[in-house]
């Protein structure tokens, strides 16, 4: 594969085809250009393999070594990624950055991250769940305040985030609150709760159900990690973690209960 191919901006449509945004015309028009565009060839090859391997079924058999080969693939692009904190759409990163556009690592990188957050079905939104929880399990990216004190953490919030996501610790039941920071996802800015049990790391994304267009059935396994997902209160609730199943459901137990 060429090094520096053109940049070009429909490589933008190239993810929405596979996502399956695009008409048939458009798809049509898309098809005729790729015909003569390397750089959209190679856009549709690298989002094709990057989506593979994130869902291949041999996480089964290899978590460790496909884990570790999606951790690279964002470490590598982490550089170019805006703050956690940042306030514009991460969708815009990226894509059509300097007049050549290089099919490497770091474009495999970007592709991956592009296309998991753009999010328009379930599984996309899974799967950016899952990224993201794996990203912010990189040293320094966890969490943007820290505190074990939901009075602190709640507060963080103000100014920061278009809603106020109700903020627990649950210390006392072996759940304590590590902190919280802001993220994005189903195109908007999300609350990420994080709570430690033991040595393992859970991620509580809270944003506003309504308007969301996200009503989905909730319980997955992706990738070694657990997600669940409910509502309450008008708000989405995403609990993403590698504890075991019975101890996220617990934590969610918890969260249903809590007044
Ligand atoms: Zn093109």
Redesign the pocket.
Known sequence: MSEHLPG?E??LLVQAELDGELDAAQAAALET??AG?P??QAAQEELLRTRALLRAEPYETTPDDVRARVMARLRQVEPQLAPAAASRPRRDWAWLRGPSFGFGVGAVCTAALSFLLLLPARNDLVDAIVADHIRALQPGHLEDVVSTDQHTVKPWFDGRIDFAPPVRDFAAEGFPLKGGRLDYLANRPVAALVYQRDKHIIDLYVWPASGAGVHLAGDTAMQGYNVVHWTADGMNFWAVSDVERSQLDEFVALWKKAP
């Open positions: 070009c429909k490589v250009h790729r565009c750089t959209c």
